[in-house]
């Protein structure tokens, strides 16, 4: 089967530029999850949905920060403009219907973006 | 936000060793997850433990689970130079969200 598919792998661009990073989640999972992992502030939630609905964007860093999910087969985290300090590994997992909790979460290889 | 902490930092052993990490945590769980993350990649789930257990096993993986003392362990037998990778630990409380510590780096020196 295939896993959680993210792209790019890797993201250099300057700042102030938009960066769009996409996530295909495993097919009949209907949780998704964005987290950011750096080494000064670990693995961080940013953001999930279920069934396509955004439930906990609490985690989202501010207003530049956007994640959309138009459907159960791709989403997307959209940063505009970018900074520096949005410089990480960007996470995508998803996760099968039950309470997500509840459930292991499978990660894709991640985004790697460095903001000049 | 429930968080775990792992304990120690960082292990390093030689092959064959076994390999235990420590996660202690702070409230009420319904479940307990242990992930491994490679250099590089993301995160891989090894095993879960719903808060009515106390032990489980999968492979060369040993879990622990104390909600007394709210703390779990990972025991890895019989080390190999793969094994060599960040480990963490995720409580599950009710809600749908995993909150990962800092995680143990475990070195296995061939």
């Known amino acids: 089967d295939a896993g959680v598919i993210q792209s790019p792998r890797h993201e250099v661009t300057e700042m102030g530029q938009e960066v769009t990073l996409r996530c295909k989640p495993i097919s009949g999972h209907d949780y998704l999850f964005w987290y950011r992992q750096t080494m000064m502030r670990g693995l961080e939630l940013l953001i999930y949905?279920?069934?396509?609905?955004?439930?906990?964007d609490s985690g989202m860093p501010e207003d530049r920060f956007s994640a959309k999910m138009p459907n159960a087969s791709f989403s997307t985290l959209k940063i505009q403009p970018s900074e520096p300090r949005d410089s990480a590994v960007y996470f995508c997992?998803?996760?099968?219907?039950?309470?997500?909790?509840?459930?292991?979460?499978?990660f894709g290889d991640g985004t790697r973006l460095s903001i000049l | 936000s429930q968080q775990g902490e792992e304990d120690p930092q960082a292990l390093s052993i030689q092959e064959g060793e076994n390999a235990t990490m420590n996660c202690s945590y702070k409230t009420s769980i319904n479940n307990l997850q242990w992930y491994r993350q490679n250099s590089g990649r993301g995160l891989v789930h090894l095993i879960l433990?719903?808060?009515?257990?106390r032990e489980k096993h999968s492979g060369r993986l040993r879990v622990t689970l104390d909600t007394s003392k709210k703390s779990s362990s990972l025991l890895i037998t019989a080390s190999r130079a793969a094994d060599t990778a960040s480990y963490f630990c995720?409580?599950?409380?009710?809600?749908?969200?995993?909150?990962f510590g800092e995680g143990t780096q475990l070195t296995v020196n061939p």
């Open positions: 949905f279920n069934n396509n609905v955004p439930i906990d």
């Open positions: 433990i719903r808060s009515n257990e």
């Open positions: 997992a998803s996760s099968p219907p039950g309470q997500g909790g509840n459930q292991p979460q499978h």
């Open positions: 995720a409580p599950a409380t009710s809600g749908s969200r995993l909150t």
